[in-house]
Every structure is written in structure tokens, then in C-alpha cells.
């Protein structure tokens, strides 16, 4: 076994490496570059490792650290536009990056770091970053046999940092003389070392079905956020099993879905950084150990920092801006995302590390997480029965959803003057199915993890290609006779289908019509129609989407109900943008526009819809509450 190393706490002229590392952490702790909250703390985790990693076996290897900096300084140069043909000269947060990377070591000599997970706003070099550690890990690292592999969600993503590689090969003349590719020129699909065996591919989702057989030595993951799972990174992780000392990059931007792999590694990098597993909304400093094998390099901005009106917090999200970034690019960004709302989130998020939800988003994560709950309720509404349900059903490709809903009790709300009211409150649920047959080349296409979400019993998977509704009839079925089901809200696009199926359980729901666009009303329920004449009242109005969008805004933003918590309905509620009419300003739910499959929150606005439907005898709800502005 090796010796322990006495581990360098101070800089000097022995330890050049070291001393760019440490005069970035410095730096940046004296507020002399900007950085945002985790990269502070990444820093400040850098000053506590010198001080006391020794305590559980770490040191730092100046040589490892100078000679992977040397490689990517003297050995790589950059290509295209203003870079091309330049030597990659390291920008001081990428030394600090690359230099933590390689220069902290374990007790038994081997790298410490076995993952890392960068995140930064697009345009900050993060694919010539991670191209150039593969080569790195190809030819300089001593590795018998090396296996580097690009991986991304798709073959295109993953080509991407992979032709960076390439390119960044072919200006090397000493990589080229000792490197061999293989593909016509700009189709190149492998770079061999054939000294020591080894090979850099690039590697997606649908090359890493077979689970078996790959041994990397460097898994460099681009934009995980586009990862729908964590199938490809397991499937690399497995193979770490035959190496000493592997690594795992992720390099991402930020995302949109709070359910991804994506989020789980963000939420975990940040308090690996912050040195907590609870931090606080600042993410002080703590420094607890919680996970020595992964390193954290998270750009993002402080709560109260707005990129839109500041340009002061910019450099927090864009650690190479005016070296690769200009001011002014960033500028006409802005202006972009202020002149265009539906392109601010984006903007937001690939630009400043803002975690957004749908490029033109509904409902804040905040507002929505204010009305989830953890509870079941077979077991809390035992019997009681459903008030409303609402149905969206689907054919190969969408989610078949259904909502249900039961009125709980009611709640003090203050109307627009002053005075206050009683008004109901509820409860609600979704349940969703999917084609089984097709789940996993869906999951990978809408960039969701259905196959996690059927294993946790979040989602029901049908056979064939196509949702069975015999299986959804069944479970109305089931609802029907444990509590009964008041009235059933439905789009007419494949009803009667679903109808059939209801028959031959000899179920009978009383249904009500509700279109899913904008510009088209519902025919009014009969009954009360009929029941208005006899009172010599005017006539009820039929449901439509704007109208019950409009109340399960209201019910949120009351706190009025209370939703599963559920990921299908988190990731639909998050995903959907809206459509608007400009001339009525009325909103509707928009197919095109959303992000992710968003029939659990148009099941959810139907059935909340159906629930609140103006009985006759009543007042409206925005007579008695008044107009509520979202």
C-alpha cells in the first residue's frame, strides 16, 4: 500500500498547480471575480480540504494537477471562428476545475474525485472542456486499454463534444501522430491510441440498450438535462468496476424538469458544495463531508440577482464571459428575453443557470408546491364520493389521464371589497396510463422517465401500442362502486370508444361535454338547463377550458385544494404554456407550445371544471369573490 502524503496547505513556487487553484478560490472568495452561491462555496470547500483532508487521507498531487494543465495548455489548441488554431489557453476557473479534478488524491495514490458535475450557461466552453479531457484520459493518463466515451441522450448531442475532440485532435500535430481516426472527415466515429489500446467514441441512449460490456475509463456526459434517465450513466457507472481510478463528467446546462436525473444531480452537487444536506436558502457554507468522490462546480445566481435588469450577476452563471461571451451578446439576449415572453425562460435558463419550468410557464414551482400533499385517498376519503372526474384520453403517443376530485369542507377567501366569504375546498388526484410497449422509446423521446415513474406507481402501463381502455374503464369501474362518481367531464375524441367499454362493465356515470381548445364552449348539461327554465332563471353556460383553467388558478393560488403529490402531474403542470386569445385575452392550454405531455393537467382542469360548475339557484364564483388576477 502507498504511503500517506503530507498534503500542501500553502502555495509556493514548488506548487504551480496549486497556486492557480488556490489564487481562483481566492479570488473568488474575495469578491474580486464574480461568483455565485455554490462556486463560492465550492471554493471555500477547496481551503477546507487543504486544511484538513490529510484528516481522512487526502493530499494534493502538484504533479498531477501541472500535467494535465500542461497537456490542455501546451498540446490542444481550439478551433473555429476567433479561436481557431489558438492554444487552449485555461481560463482560471477552468484551472480550477481541471486542477481539482486531477490534483486531489487518495492515500492509496489513486485520483479522488470519481464524478464531477459542472453546470454553466451556455457559451462557457463546457464541450472543448470535457473534449479535452478525454483526450487527455486517451493518451496521457497511463491507462491500459482506456475506454473515453462521449454519452448524451442522442447520437446528434453526443457527436457534439465528441467533434469538438476531434477537431481539437486534428490541430495537435503530436495527437495526430500518435492517434488514429476512423470516418470520412466530419463523420469520424472513434479516435484510437493504439500504443496503449485504447479508444474515444462518442456513445447515446439507443447504442447503451445492451447494458453489457463497456469498461470507461472517462464518461464525459454532456447536457444531462436532456437525459430522460439515468440508464446511460448507470450502464457507465457499472463499468467503472474494472478501473482504478474512473471518472464520471457531467456538464450540463441548466433544465426544466424538476423530476430529471438532471435535478437529482444539481440538488446533490449543491450540497456536496454547501457541505449540508439541508442547506438554507442562501446554501451557507457548512462543510460537512458529503461525498468525498464528487466534485462541484454549479454556476448559478443569488436569490434576489435578476440577469434581466442586472448585468452586474452575469459573470455568476457565465464564469468565461469577455474571454469567450461578450457583454454585449449577453446584452442582446436580454433585450430578446424582455421584447418576447415566450422565449424569457429559455433565455433564463440557458443563459443565467435559472432552473425554469415551460419556456412560458403557468404556475410557479413555488405557488404549485404550496398545494401539494402527501396523502392517500383511499384512506383518508374512504367511501366519500368523487364530486368530479375528468377524462383525456389518447392514442399511441400521449398519456391517458384522469382526474378526480372531492369536495372537502370550505374556506374563509376575502373578496375584491373587503368582505369575506365561505367557499368550497377540495381534494384531487390524477391517474395516468401509457402504451407499455412503446414506454421506453417515449421515455427517451419526450425526455421523461416513464419507465421510473411505472416502477414507483406513479403510472400504469397498458399492453400494445395504444392505452387499453377496458384497463381505465376498469378502474372508473372500480371508483364507481367503492363511492360512485357524480359527473364525468369528457372531450369527445375517442369518448365513445371508452363509452363501449364502460357498457360492458354495465357502468353509468352521468357525463358532461368539455372541449379542450380555447375558442369552443361545451353545449350546456341538459338537466340543468332544464332545471334553470322550471326556476325561471337564465340558462347555465357550458364548461370550457378557459373557465376551468381560470378556477384551478383560483383554487392554487387560495389554497383552496390540495393535489397528490404526483411527478406525471408536476412535470405536466410544469410543462404546459398557454395559448391566448387576443382579442378576449382568454387562456387555454397550448399542445404545440408545451414541453412535456400535459394531459394529467388537462385531465385536472376538466375535473376541477365538472366540480365547480355553477348550480342553479347560486351565485357566480366571481360575483362573490371577485375577478382574481394571476
Known sequence: ????????????????ALDRVSAYAHDVLDGKVVAGPHVRNACRRHFDDLARGHERGLYWDDKAAAHVMRFFERGLKLNEGQFEGLPFKLHPSQAFKLGSLFGWKKADGTRRFRRAYIEEGKGNGKSPFAGGLGLYGLTADKEPGAQIYAAAATKDQANILFRD?????????ALTKRTKT???AGKEFNIAHHKSQSFFRPLSKEAGKTGSGLRPHFALCDEVHEHPDRAIMEMLERGFKFRRQPLLAMITN???DRNSVCWEEHEHAVRVAAGTREPDEDYSYVGEVIDDDTFAFVCALDKDDDPLEDPSCWPKANPLLNTILTEDYLAGVVAQAKSSPGKRNGILRLHFCVWTEAHTSWITRDVLESVLADFDPDIEHAGKPIKAAGLDLSGTKDLTAAAFVIETGTAAVERTDGTVVDLPTYDAWIEAWTPGETLDARAEADHVPYRTWLDQGYLNATDGKRVRYDHVAARFAQLESERGIDLLAFDRYAYDKFQDELDEYGVEIRTVAHPQGGKRRAKPDPELVAEAKRAGEEPPQGLWMPGSIEEL???????????RRNPVLISAIMGVSMETDPLLNNQWFSKAKSTLRMDPAVALAMAIGAATMQPVGGSSVYETRGILMV
Do not use: H
Not at 555 to 561: F, K, N, Q, S, Y
Open 182 to 184: 476512423s470516418g470520412a
Open 165 to 173: 475532440a476531434v477537431k481539437m485532435r486534428n490541430q495537435s500535430p
Open 1 to 16: 500500500m502507498a504511503t500517506r502524503k503530507t498534503p500542501t496547505t500553502s502555495c509556493s513556487n514548488k506548487t504551480p
Open 553 to 563: 388558478e383560483a383554487l392554487i393560488l387560495e389554497g383552496r385544494i390540495r393535489l
Open 254 to 256: 441548466s433544465g426544466s
